[in-house]
């Protein structure tokens, strides 16, 4: 419904060629293309609302008299007013006269921003948290040449956009939130287990009571919508527990949760998010519960254990308070990382959606635990475990952790309608300083996916975080290293030793515009480790002879190929290692490859249940091999693959959806070690970089080995850095 409304509203939308919209964030559905300035001279302006206005409408007008006020100017104008309201308002009405129009097609939040005249303007809002946000947005509109103002019809698509942090922060900072026009923020319980949380526990400089009296005037205010989330497994800090776990067949268990979220719930949190996913037992590839006695209780299900506690939340809480929701992370939050579609995993999902309430809501991650798309094959793959129930995302984009992050992932169209226009986004708000702008570009997304555009939100968000000046050194900076980082990825030397002094002398500015360097120049230490890495090289040769099928071809052949050893990853010498021994040659249009890799352990190797044999989660395998192949400048190709012959592949990191080559792989084990045969046809590779082996040519890979037993090998080890790292890839040269 939401995506349908809003193709309609935005039918003809146009964004002039010079305006102010470049303040923004998030940015305006619709913006007329006449800007109207008003100048703001002390004493001849004025901000209207009506007496008994909602709080967060009076916290609004102060908000906008604020920033006036720091631009004001002495002398003598025209006086001019801004009415703010509601549109069911009858003074609105008066000044708008398809105000009732209006009051039906637009959305939850949404507003309308209208230049009247040279004395008037006018802020209605749908709401009154509409009105606020139409008051915030003309708060980023004030600059030192007074207010601009523009027609504009706004509304967020995602309407409750909830934003996190690991711990409670204060009013100050909710307030900040709320005037970037965040709809939530979500508190997440990780200072210690579940039943240490308490309303007298000492949380930081003050009790938990008091900062969740800060959620209560907040709610109170209607400035922020809260979430409230608490994993009921989790050991403080993931080490080992102080307390048993969490017994869903317990009453004492049950009623202490209870309790404690009562407490929450009286506060004002909307939203109660129960945690069980990454603490939950996994025995023989199922999910189990903790507790012998849930086993009999619950019929060995921890799926209807876990329904049964939320059910119980459910029957205690939702009476006292309605308009609140309960979800819950299951175990099995993504597609392909959590197995959906295994019988064993998907169990769980079946057994909990027979059992839960129709209203509680489940929690999912993506196609990934870190999906950067999100994809409507994924969504109905997951939904089909329960169908009709809410399904809501858990993002974890701040998980990458990219360079001075903004938003960059993508979603489906109409994903805002398939998940209820919530959005949970995992991040630490307050944590860093170069998370809010991170935040803010989030936000700016879910309030408008159409036209979002992350450089246009980065600089919009800096702007109003830190002000023109020091936002256009930040914006140099950010720039000057993303072109550094994108050389690097393109393997260009020359371009990196060029942009390195660059960057680092921009950097060197912070301190005097009083911005942070938190964690920055560890990026440009990396790009210049990197940059001064050695790498291995060896020569390929291209063999003039026809290939047949693998397992025909002969010994002659491997003689005439590059043959290599796999040393430690971490850059030793190696001694100690299990042997792996790896034959290269290019032949029959084709890459070939030979490893013969020692195991003495092979007899203690099982399996893998439940796999499919190709695309599945197969990087926990026992004997994996990873194969990175970069055939010229750009992308690289990513293939993986075990001693049972399942295997993998994709491009970069971004999964098989944009790459699916025709290779082959022949596996063949003995006592003590195994062998792997691999063939890529160059017309795959051609698909990466349209660049064919001939002599002098160079391409760029990489071979890493995961063995059951002993330290992980590689051709050129990574040591610290990820496999996924190109400039630390191997040179093959062909001759």
Known sequence: MMTILAAGLLAGLS??????????????????????????????????????????????????RGALERVERPGSGKPWTVEAGT??????????????????????????????????????????????????????LVGPEGLAAAD????????????????????????????RKV???????????????????????????????????????????????????????????????????????VTGLIDRLRFVAASGVRHIMICTDDWTPLIDGRYVCPN????????????????CLMNRLAEALLPEFPALELSLVPPPYSVRNHRIGDPKISRYLKDFHAVARPEIIVVWTGGEVCSRRISKADFDEYQQ?????????????????????????????????????????NAFTFGAPWHMPFVCTVNDYAWNPVQYDLKRSYRAATLQLYGEERSRIIWDFRSKVLELLEAQAADDEAAQRRLLPEAEALLAEFPRYDLSTHRLPETLERVKELLDAEVPQIPVPIIETEIGELADIPPEFWQRCAVFALQDNRGGDGDAMLGSTVRMGFAGR????????????????????????????????????????????????????????????????????????????????????????????????EKLAPVRPQPGVVWRFNILRQPYRGATQGFSPTRSHSFHTPALFGIARFQ
């Open 183 to 253: 709809s939530g923020f979500a508190f997440q319980w990780r200072l210690g287990e579940w039943c240490e949380f308490s309303p007298d526990a000492d949380s930081g400089p003050e009790p938990l009571r008091n900062a969740f009296a800060d959620i209560r005037r907040c709610v109170d205010e209607d400035l922020l919508d809260f979430m409230f989330l608490i994993n009921i497994y989790a050991a403080e800090g993931g080490g080992s527990r102080k307390y048993p776990w969490f017994n869903c067949a317990s009453e004492e268990d």
């Open 15 to 64: 964004l002039p060629a010079a305006d102010f919209s470049g303040r923004l964030t998030p940015l305006p559905q619709r913006i007329g293309t006449a800007w109207r300035c008003y100048p703001v001279i002390a004493g001849q302006y004025r901000i209207a609302v009506r007496d008994g206005a909602p709080a967060n409408v009076q916290i609004g007008a102060e908000l906008l």
């Open 590 to 685: 084709s890459l070939l490859i030979q490893l013969d890799l020692a195991q003495p352990a092979m007899a203690d190797l099982a399996e893998p249940r439940n796999l499919r044999r190709h695309d599945d989660g197969i990087y926990s395998n026992p004997e994996l091999i990873e194969l990175f192949v970069q055939p010229g400048a750009g992308g690289y190709g990513h293939l993986a693959f075990d001693c049972f012959g399942y295997s993998a592949e994709e491009k970069n990191m971004e999964g098989n959806d944009g790459w699916n080559p025709d290779w082959r792989l022949m596996v063949e084990r003995r006592e003590n070690s195994w062998t792997a045969v691999i063939r890529i046809p160059l017309a795959e590779l």
């Open 87 to 140: 549109l069911a308002e009858p003074a609105i009405r008066r000044l708008l006269p398809d105000a009732a129009d209006w009051n039906v097609r637009l959305p939850k939040h949404g507003y309308l921003i209208r230049p009247l005249d040279d004395s008037r303007l006018v802020v209605a809002g749908k709401d009154a948290r509409g009105a606020f946000y139409g008051l915030m947005t003309l708060r980023q």
């Open 385 to 425: 475990y329960i169908p009709g129930r809410r399904l809501i995302l858990w993002d974890n984009s701040d998980c990458f952790e990219d360079f001075m992050p903004g938003f960059a992932s993508t979603f489906y169209p109409g994903f805002d309608t398939d998940s209820h226009g919530t959005l949970y986004v």
């Open 292 to 307: 012998e006695d849930e086993r009999s209780v619950f019929g060995d299900s921890v799926g209807k254990a876990h329904a």
């Open 152 to 179: 504009i019809i706004d509304y967020p698509v995602w309407a409750d956009r909830y934003v996190a942090d690991y711990g409670p922060a204060r009013y100050r900072d909710y307030l900040e939130l709320a005037g």
